[in-house]
T-cell receptor, first 110, second 113 residues
Framework: SQKIEQNSEALNIQEGKTATLTCNYT??????LQWYRQDPGRGPVFLLL???NEKEKRKERLKVTFDTTLKQSLFHITASQPADSATYLC?????????WGAGTKLIIKP | DAGVIQSPRHEVTEMGQEVTLRCKPI?????LFWYRQTMMRGLELLIY????????DSGMPEDRFSAKMPNASFSTLKIQPSEPRDSAVYFC???????????FGPGTRLLVL
């Protein structure tokens, strides 16, 4: 069956360090993958999109990689700040829909 | 643009009552999505529309749920009759294309007692 997995437990990172979140999938061949940020009581907010023919995408302190062989995407936040604390969701593009992971809660400690 | 607008933001109702959730997508967006989010199941797609036409409603849990989009600027999700297990946050999102960035509204937090 089709499956998307993100770190189920919260990720605690010291301020200033790089946070790395993982998104693994099985039985999909997504044309692209997106990462969203969700704060408590709010809807998800788009961060980055990476297509299957792209290995890496960057935006300011954010970096996303997409390995279609490993069926994995990594999401990095460099020089992390307490304001980066949130839940991060990955979503795969499949059949004109987004299929969502459960999200990873990231906590940046000052 | 004001972004995606949803109302009400919070709804508390009793089991058996009808609930109507409303959404105004971003102007010019051809796609509208209704999602439900719970701790147990995460974010689930219920139904999506393209140019006001329902394309895929396979995520709608059962016949108690219905959705309409009478025009490009308005959609409703109705639950009748509501049950306690329908308690969740319901999000509406819109996008220019099906596989592009989705813009989410603030959500409606529904509690069915």
């Amino acid at each position: 069956s089709q499956k998307i997995e993100q770190n189920s437990e919260a990720l605690n990172i010291q301020e200033g360090k790089t946070a790395t979140l993982t998104c693994n999938y099985t039985n999909y061949s997504p044309a692209y993958l997106q990462w969203y940020r969700q704060d408590p009581g709010r809807g998800p907010v788009f961060l980055l999109l990476i297509r299957e023919n792209e290995k890496e995408k960057r935006k300011e302190r954010l970096k996303v990689t997409f390995d279609t062989t490993l069926k994995q995407s990594l999401f990095h936040i460099t020089a992390s700040q307490p304001a980066d604390s949130a839940t991060y969701l990955c979503a795969l593009g499949s059949n004109y829909q987004l299929i969502w992971g459960a999200g990873t809660k990231l906590i940046i400690k000052p | 643009d004001a972004g995606v607008i949803q109302s009400p933001r919070h709804e508390v109702t009793e089991m058996g009552q009808e609930v109507t959730l409303r959404c105004k997508p971003i102007s010019g967006h051809d796609y509208l999505f209704w999602y439900r989010q719970t701790m147990m199941r995460g974010l689930e797609l219920l139904i999506y529309f393209n140019n006001n036409v329902p394309i895929d409603d396979s995520g709608m849990p059962e016949d108690r749920f219905s959705a309409k989009m009478p025009n490009a600027s308005f959609s409703t999700l109705k639950i009748q009759p509501s049950e306690p297990r329908d308690s969740a946050v319901y999000f509406c999102a819109s996008s220019l294309q099906a596989q592009e960035t989705q813009y989410f509204g603030p959500g409606t937090r529904l509690l069915v007692l």
